[in-house]
């Protein structure tokens, strides 16, 4: 029976885990969580996960939520040897690191930029929102310093959850390539493998969504 991915294409989130899926070459059942019919505050969702967030993975039973710890589980039970989430503890450690990065720093700074264009507060990007999303822009240019992804010299689910993230933000804080070349040649080598081609779909309609915020 395959795993169960409760998700939302327009959740950068959903999409880390669906890029996941497409590099393990692995069967995932879809199930579209609709966010603004309120599916994911229904009493079945919270059931399944009391944060009323997505994703949300069933895995016959197994519940696991938050898209960092559902990609590294995929990967541990069903690709234990894959590089994707090295073994090692060293490489690992710093896998975990950019995970959290993305969780604390990177997408919080998508949802706190998104959100007054969703619930209708603003049709701009305040300045003062545009400076902190540039200083994390900062940030991942460093972690691309001496490697060609952002946790090492090997594609890893990190940059799964901070590709997906980071192209989201790009909608609505466009990443100046002069400021940040090593980002966008990062951007371009994410966005050139085959299995993150599934990201477009939900990176378009988000686009959509965002453009209509702002009209």
């Known amino acids: 029976m ?26 995932l059942e879809l ?11 229904t009493p079945e969702y919270i059931k399944l996960n009391p944060l009323h ?9 197994t519940i696991i939520t938050d ?7 995929l990967v541990s039970k069903y690709a234990p040897e894959d590089s ?37 507060k603003s049709k701009e990007v305040s300045q003062e929102q545009k400076n902190r999303v540039l200083e994390a822009y900062k940030f991942v240019e460093i972690f691309l ?5 952002v946790a090492g010299d090997e594609v890893t689910i ?25 980002t966008d040649s990062w951007i371009k080598r994410f966005q050139g493998l085959e ?3 599934v990201n477009e779909v939900g990176l378009q309609e988000l686009k959509k969504v965002i453009e209509k915020c702002m009209a």
């Open 31 to 41: 199930r579209n969580v609709d966010l603004s019919k309120g599916e994911h505050r």
């Open 195 to 197: 299995y993150t081609k």
């Open 145 to 149: 310093e001496n490697s060609q992804w």
């Open 67 to 73: 898209s960092h710890a559902i990609n590294a589980y």
């Open 158 to 182: 990190a940059d799964f959850s901070i590709g997906s993230t980071i192209l989201a933000l790009n909608l609505l804080v466009p990443l100046d390539v002069s400021a940040f070349p090593k």
């Open 84 to 120: 994707l989430y090295p073994q090692d503890i060293v490489k690992r450690a710093l896998v975990d690191q950019r995970l959290h990065f993305d969780t604390g720093i990177l997408f919080n700074h998508f949802r706190n930029t998104a959100a007054p264009l969703f619930y209708r």
């Open 2 to 27: 395959a795993p169960i991915l409760y998700l939302s294409s327009l959740s950068p989130p959903s999409r880390a885990v669906l890029i996941t899926g497409q590099a393990l070459n692995l069967e």
């Open 53 to 61: 967030a997505v994703p949300t993975l069933d895995d016959d039973g």
